[in-house]
T-cell receptor, first 110, second 112 residues
Framework: TAGITQAPTSQILAAGRSMTLRCTQDMRHNAMYWYRQDLGLGLRLIHY???????GKGEVPDGYSVSRANTDDFPLTLASAVPSQTSVYFCASRAETEAFFGQGTRLTVV | AQSVAQPEDQVNVAEGNPLTVKCTYSVSGNPYLFWYVQYPNRGLQFLLK??????LVKGSYGFEAEFNKSQTSFHLKKPSALVSDSALYFC??????????FGAGTTVTVRA
């Protein structure tokens, strides 16, 4: 079982450019999440979706947008990247009480 | 709003010794608490959770955690640490909307 697949694994992006981080799950979980991980800050929630067709803002949503057209996919878009968005991004889905995480996307904005 | 705190950035222990990683929480209502582990260049892996019931929760890889309501703590423990337990450990609390709030993480180093 693949679980959660994130792409790309890593990316270097010029400031001002846009980018979409992809996340796909094959577990048919309703809820999905995007977190960013920064040293000393743990994981912070960017956006979430409790079910297909709905999304919500997390702790640090500014500069990011998401969509949830179907159950399996939950892409995260940076419309105009800034260096402070350099981070490791994790997608997760939830079954009952337990969350499952992807392998992460390491993004460097220069 | 709910939150968790991990007071130690790093924990260093010798292999075979007991390992404790501390976590305290702040919630309104009943706490739903979790521990996750992250190995280098990997995503987070679920270790264990406390929802209700026994205060001592057993999880994966020989880990357990003790829920203490009076001290608002949920410390992760392992009786005998292994070098392979070296990783980054996160405590998390769930809100009523099922969103997780994570602590800053504790780096565990187990020396041979």
């Amino acid at each position: 079982t693949a679980g959660i697949t994130q792409a790309p694994t890593s990316q270097i992006l010029a400031a001002g450019r846009s980018m979409t981080l992809r996340c796909t799950q094959d577990m048919r979980h309703n809820a999905m999440y995007w977190y960013r991980q920064d040293l000393g800050l743990g994981l912070r929630l960017i956006h979430y979706s409790n079910t297909a067709g709905t999304t919500g803002k997390g702790e640090v949503p500014d500069g990011y947008s998401v969509s949830r057209a179907n159950t399996d996919d939950f892409p995260l878009t940076l419309a105009s990247a800034v260096p402070s968005q350099t981070s490791v991004y994790f997608c997760a889905s939830r079954a009952e009480t337990e969350a499952f995480f992807g392998q992460g996307t390491r993004l460097t904005v220069v | 709003a709910q939150s968790v705190a991990q007071p130690e950035d790093q924990v260093n222990v010798a292999e075979g010794n007991p390992l404790t990683v501390k976590c305290t929480y702040s919630v309104s209502g009943n706490p739903y608490l979790f521990w996750y582990v992250q190995y280098p260049n990997r995503g987070l892996q679920f270790l264990l959770k406390y929802i209700t019931g026994d205060n001592l929760v057993k999880g994966s890889y020989g880990f357990e955690a003790e829920f203490n309501k009076s001290q608002t703590s949920f410390h992760l423990k392992k009786p005998s640490a292994l070098v392979s337990d070296s990783a980054l450990y996160f405590c998390a609390v769930r809100d009523n909307d099922y969103k997780l709030s994570f602590g800053a993480g504790t780096t565990v180093t187990v020396r041979a």
